[in-house]
């Protein structure tokens, strides 16, 4: 079908101690227990999840349209795992991904709990942004964190993500309406994909 991808894309990437790769339809079960592991920890950051989220039949039916959204090449959502690819330590999501004059995305992610504080975020994100960059040609990638959140800020400052404004009530998050700092970080390198 016109502008559609045929196979949703296997991307493996890796770093020092992580697997970063997209995921695929048999992580239910591994997504299920990250949030779970984490869902009181990950409250304050992310919007209201329902109970599927911490069980594998409610991934299954989630990964079904993030597998077509791969195909498509309208979002790239990463798992950031161990070594031996046996936990999932995190999630990185490259999400909105526009093409034409645009080529740019938005990009959200997370951390379990026991593996703050020790550059998996930065490690992961660095290699993760660089395929977003020079393999799937994306000029811009923006990123916003609510103000209160200076984790997250030191991060996107260290990335090289800039500041752009601040938006009111930005995000549902956590059942309220957040203000959030906007940042985007463009690459000075960009080329436009020359295979079609």
Same mark, same amino acid.
């Given at each position: ?5 045929? /196979? /949703? ?22 997504? /299920?227990?990250?949030?779970?592991? %984490? ?14 989220? =911490? ?28 070594? %031996? ?7 990185? %999501?490259?999400? %909105? ?7 740019? =995305? ?21 290699? /993760? ?68």
């Amino acid at each position: 079908m016109f502008g559609y991808r045929s /196979a /949703a894309p296997k991307v493996r990437l890796t770093t020092d101690r992580l697997v970063v790769r997209l995921v695929h339809e048999r992580d239910a079960w591994r997504l /299920a227990d990250y949030y779970a592991e %984490n869902r009181v920890f990950l409250k304050p950051w992310e919007p209201v999840r329902d109970e599927s989220h =911490c069980y594998p039949s409610g991934w299954q039916a989630r990964l079904g349209l993030i597998t077509d959204m791969h195909k498509q090449g309208s979002a790239f959502y990463f798992i950031l795992m161990d070594a %031996n690819e046996t936990e999932v330590r995190g999630v990185a %999501n490259f999400s %909105n991904v526009l093409r034409g004059s645009f080529h740019a =995305c938005y990009l959200g992610y997370s951390l379990g709990k026991k593996w703050q504080g020790q550059g998996f975020m930065f490690e992961a994100l660095q290699t /993760a942004i660089r395929y977003m960059q020079r393999q799937q040609h994306i000029h811009r990638i923006m990123a916003n964190y609510m103000p209160h959140n200076q984790r997250s800020g030191d991060l996107l400052a260290r990335l090289g993500f800039e500041k752009e404004g601040y938006a009111k009530n930005y995000l549902l998050i956590d059942g309220r309406w957040q203000d959030h700092v906007l940042t985007a970080l463009t690459s000075t390198e960009w080329t436009p994909d020359r295979r079609g």
